[in-house]
């Protein structure tokens, strides 16, 4: 009997091994023929630790569930009082979930009697093969995080990304949602997307707007440049200094040659008027300043006649 039960154990511990068992129950068959009484003293006692040990794995699953149901609420509270992003709560939620359930899961069989070495292993090794078959998935997952953490951006964002430049309607764990000017949706990754450069253009409240005009030479310089800065300023959309991260409308001149005055003109606006007074601009200029007496340059040829 006592081999049996020295056995049993060992038999249920790693792999099972067929000849263990055959032996083992030959040995508590004759056991049980020579003496039927300690067999079932034995028997009881068996059992009697068995039940034990399930009832202790039963209590402690049944703690551990109302712990890990404990922390996810304390989780959502924490994520609600600080206002983050529901797709990073959402995410750090399950996986700290599914985390304490294995490890429960791991305990609750321990407490069993079962050689739990074996079971980590295979829980590691299944770890790894997810991980190289889903390295692509988990650098998306690793970057969603990432944009939701620092958040570089948000949803309603214009942003110029992975050579796609689009508001930013939807951001998920694992990819971002573009709608381009031209109205084309763009998927774009979260892994790539996080370790790429990122220009957002809805990040400030206030940008400046930046215009070409060439003139010709012999034009009044500075009478030009007063013009330009006139009509900026009788836009109310053109801030000026007295708003925070703006300036006062400015004329230079960027570049001349023989045929051409080329003026850098700059405003600020708010962000939202960004496109809206960069085309107005341009109308505007080009009807008033020749109106004015400002021409604008043109291409000159000489045309040389050989005798």
Not at 76 to 93: M, N, P, Q, S
Not at 111 to 121: K, R
Not at 193 to 222: M, Q
Request: with cysteine.
């Amino acid at each position: 009997m006592s081999f049996f039960l020295q056995a049993l154990p060992e038999a249920t511990e790693a792999v099972v091994n067929p000849d263990s068992i055959k032996t083992a129950v030959v040995e508590f068959a004759q056991e049980a023929v020579k003496n039927p009484n300690d067999v079932l003293h034995q028997l009881g006692q068996s059992a009697i630790q068995f039940g034990l040990k399930v009832l202790a794995a039963l209590v402690i699953y049944l703690v551990g569930s109302w712990i890990i149901r404990r922390v996810k609420k304390l989780l959502k509270k924490i994520f609600t009082k600080r206002k983050t992003d529901k797709a990073l709560a959402g995410f750090v939620t399950s996986l700290t979930t599914v985390v304490l359930t294995i490890l429960l899961i791991v305990i609750t069989v321990g407490t069993l009697g079962v050689n739990t070495s074996s079971l980590a292993a295979v829980l590691a090794a299944g770890g790894v093969a997810i991980g190289m078959a889903m390295s692509g998935a988990l650098q998306n997952f690793a970057g969603g995080i990432m944009l939701l953490a620092f958040k570089p951006f948000k949803i309603g964002d214009f942003i110029e990304a992975q050579g796609y430049m689009g508001t930013v309607t939807d951001l998920t764990i694992v990819s971002t949602h573009l709608t381009t000017p031209d109205n084309k949706a763009v998927i774009i990754p979260n892994g790539p997307l996080s370790s790429g450069n990122i220009n957002n253009f809805s990040k400030h409240p206030v940008r400046r707007i930046d215009w070409t005009v060439a003139i010709a030479p012999g034009t009044d310089l500075e009478a030009c440049k007063a013009k330009l800065v006139e009509i900026l300023r009788s836009d109310a959309r053109v801030l000026d200094s007295k708003t925070e991260e703006a300036g006062d409308p400015f004329v230079a001149v960027s570049e001349f040659s023989e045929s051409k005055v080329v003026l850098t003109v700059r405003g600020w606006g708010k962000a939202e008027d960004y496109w809206g007074l960069f085309f107005d601009m341009n109308d505007r200029f080009y009807k008033e300043l020749p109106a004015a007496g400002f021409g604008f340059a043109y291409p000159k040829m000489d045309v040389r006649v050989l005798q």
